[in-house]
């Protein structure tokens, strides 16, 4: 069973950056895809950033492309995400995601999630 506990959220200026991490516990973090998912009130949870295994390759939505960047240190089982640029659009609870399977990661259906942590950005 992996636990996941994000921290780094708060209040940003527009044009701000956050940056988030996610630190895994209860498993061998290297074997994870690791994922990064917002979810705005009265909207869907929403894909942001995904990294696979060893980091060799990240993907992102298109809404955050270019301004978020996600990473990982596997040797001390976290997951980050550095979110530059922020937008009035961006505002959420971000959540923190976790699967051996990079698809279930991509289609937001990873078998872990962390509590979330909220990001808001002021005008």
């Known amino acids: 069973q992996v636990q996941l506990v994000e921290s780094g959220g708060g209040l940003a200026q527009a044009g701000g950056s956050l940056r988030l991490t996610c630190v895994a516990s209860g498993g061998t973090f290297s074997r994870y895809v690791m994922g990064w998912f917002r979810q705005a009130p009265g909207k869907e949870r929403e894909f942001v950033a995904a990294?696979?295994?060893?980091?060799?390759?990240?993907y992102y939505a298109d809404s955050v492309k270019g301004r978020f960047t996600i990473s990982r240190d596997n040797a001390k089982n976290t997951v980050a995400l550095q979110m530059n640029s922020l937008k009035q659009e961006d505002p959420a609870v971000y959540y923190c995601?976790?699967?051996?399977?990079?698809?279930?990661?991509?289609?937001?259906?990873?078998?872990?999630w962390g509590q979330g942590a909220q990001v808001t950005v002021s005008s």
């Open positions: 995601a976790a699967d051996s399977r990079l698809g279930a990661v991509l289609s937001g259906k990873a078998d872990y």
């Open positions: 990294i696979t295994w060893s980091g060799g390759s990240t």
